[in-house]
């Protein structure tokens, strides 16, 4: 199973950027350009599911790991929450804080578990 980290890496790293470029397109008001680059990037929180999970299996679901992956899940999900409350006009103050909160912790994790780069 898989123990290089370079799939997962790339995969949260383009869906990140397609996140940022997503909101700006939303503050712009380009609602049809927002919706496809929306659509893209789910396919890429798919991507970034599935290579996580082949790594999971691969620490046989020890228990950071498991951690470190349900806190990866909810970055995803505060990405979509946040998207989708933006696109309505809701306030995004508070999730945007869940957001970066959940994204520092994951990056600590996954930077201080054993696979691929140890930083922490
Ligand atoms: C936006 C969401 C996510 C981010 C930013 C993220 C970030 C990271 C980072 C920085 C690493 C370490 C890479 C390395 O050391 O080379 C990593 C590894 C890992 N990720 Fe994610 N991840 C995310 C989502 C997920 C999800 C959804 C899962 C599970 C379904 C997952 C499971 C894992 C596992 C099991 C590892 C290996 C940990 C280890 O033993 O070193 N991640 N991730």
């Known amino acids: 199973m898989a123990t290089n ?6 995969t949260w790293v383009v869906a990140i950027i397609l996140f940022v470029v997503a909101l700006s397109l939303l503050k712009a008001g380009n609602a049809k350009a927002t919706k496809i680059v929306q659509m893209v990037l ?44 933006k696109s309505k006009g ?9 957001f970066i909160v959940l994204l520092i912790v994951v990056l600590y994790l996954g930077f201080s578990l054993p696979l691929g780069i140890e930083w922490f």
Request: aromatic share 6%; proline share 2%; no cysteine.
């Open 5 to 10: 980290t370079h799939a997962h890496i790339t």
């Open 42 to 85: 789910r396919v890429f929180y798919i991507l970034i599911i599935v290579t996580g999970w082949l790594l999971l299996h691969n620490t046989n679901y020890s228990g950071e790991h498991l951690l470190k992956s349900i806190v990866g899940i909810g970055v995803i999900g505060a990405m979509e929450v946040l998207l989708a409350r």
């Open 90 to 98: 809701k306030p995004t103050g508070a999730i945007l804080g869940i």
